[in-house]
């Protein structure tokens, strides 16, 4: 028997534009319309990014705190959770938003690769974002690209770099990381449990095609969904 | 019941310097000689790095060239492995000595953190090294700091990039890598059963003083060991 499946809606996310999608909300007014209406359907976790006026991925501080004041005013007790991730910006700039302290923030713990490029997430990197989040009180969901993310994030938290119980996002069906593997995502779950102990949650999110499937998995798994 | 099993001695690495201890062969003499005193011992894999007069790694061909040359004729039959790993080098200088046409050389084919800094091996660089040494003859041994490594080398088999069934080394103990956790050593193993093959042989490797822990592990789990 589960507890109930937490889901985490990702507005916006880095890439997507009006091009693609004319759904997708760009503006800070589009993405709280959006994110009330997930929020009244349901969901709990709003993972948000922020795009400059030409829809390119941004990790404005203002532009992220425009968007909280908006969430936290249209969405009264929805959990906020922003990008610290690579594509939005680069070195320390990724964390600018974190004296903001939202609820939560994403959290690479480790590098591998990308479609067509390095997910660059350098040590030094990687301890300065946890130390701005243990400033801050800022909870981080880690996003788990590969096995050793979940060992990384259990030795973060038995340094002390982590403060509560490793949250652990895996990520799947990204091109040149992880394939979205029924076995491997089985022993994610295994090792999350070895690590972190039994009742320890866990979420999971597809990239493209694979976010369907990661849902179905996720939820008939006792897990928690990104959508 | 398995075959005997493969060692494979790296003679020098790419870090350790005399300093650190003064039984490391660093030039070309030195390491044909510890080679061979290896090869007549029975390992019958040398796994090579060059070194500068000032004993830093390098990936110079004609380095490569003299090591190769005194390898073949003072241990015929070893099988000589180059390293074009990214400690000695940068882009495609790191496959500058593949058209000398050694047995084997090393094949990383993801990124990962290394302690300090992240190990980079970008997509194109990947498809490039790995097509030279197709062009070239050479059989890789793809280096698996990560699970999704094991998965990538299944995608390059399958698209033709690796001509044989890929030869897996897996290498634990790297502090931000993947620590030598045997649950994680177990389910490696079988996960090369599952993408290659119930009979697919595979290696290990472990860092500093988890190397002689792999090496217990591997040779009694049926793989082939680093020295
Ligand atoms: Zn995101
Ligand atoms: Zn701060
Ligand atoms: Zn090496
Ligand atoms: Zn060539």
Redesign the interface.
């Given at each position: 028997m589960h507890g109930p499946c937490i889901i985490c809606v990702a507005i916006t996310g880095s890439l997507p534009r009006k091009a693609d999608n004319p759904a997708v909300p760009i503006s800070i007014s589009e993405q709280v319309e959006s994110a009330q209406q997930a929020f009244e359907a349901g969901a709990t976790i709003a993972h948000c990014h922020v795009r400059d006026e030409d829809e390119t991925p941004s990790s404005d501080p203002e532009k992220f705190a425009a968007l909280l004041e908006g969430l936290q005013r249209h969405c009264p007790g929805m959990i906020v959770q922003l990008s610290t991730g690579g594509r939005s910006g680069a070195g320390q700039a990724r964390g600018g938003m974190l004296p903001l302290r939202p609820d939560m923030a994403s959290l690479s713990v480790?590098?591998?690769?990308?479609?067509?490029?390095?997910?660059?997430?350098?040590?030094?990197l990687?301890d300065w974002l946890a130390s701005e989040m243990l400033a801050h009180g800022v909870k981080p969901e880690i996003e788990a690209?590969?096995?050793?993310h979940i060992?990384?994030a259990k030795?973060m938290w038995d340094k002390g770099q982590i403060q509560d119980r490793p949250y652990v996002q895996f990520v799947m069906g990204v091109k040149?990381?992880?394939?979205a593997?029924r076995?491997?995502f089985d022993?994610y779950i295994k090792?999350v449990h070895?690590l972190f102990g039994p009742d320890a949650p866990w979420c999971a999110a597809g990239i493209g095609p694979n976010q369907i499937v990661l849902n179905d998995w996720a939820v008939s798994s006792g897990g928690h969904a990104r959508t």
């Open positions: 480790g590098s591998n690769n990308f479609p067509t490029r390095v997910y660059e997430n350098p040590p030094d990687v690209f590969d096995l050793s060992f990384k030795e040149n990381a992880m394939p593997d076995e491997v022993y090792t070895r």
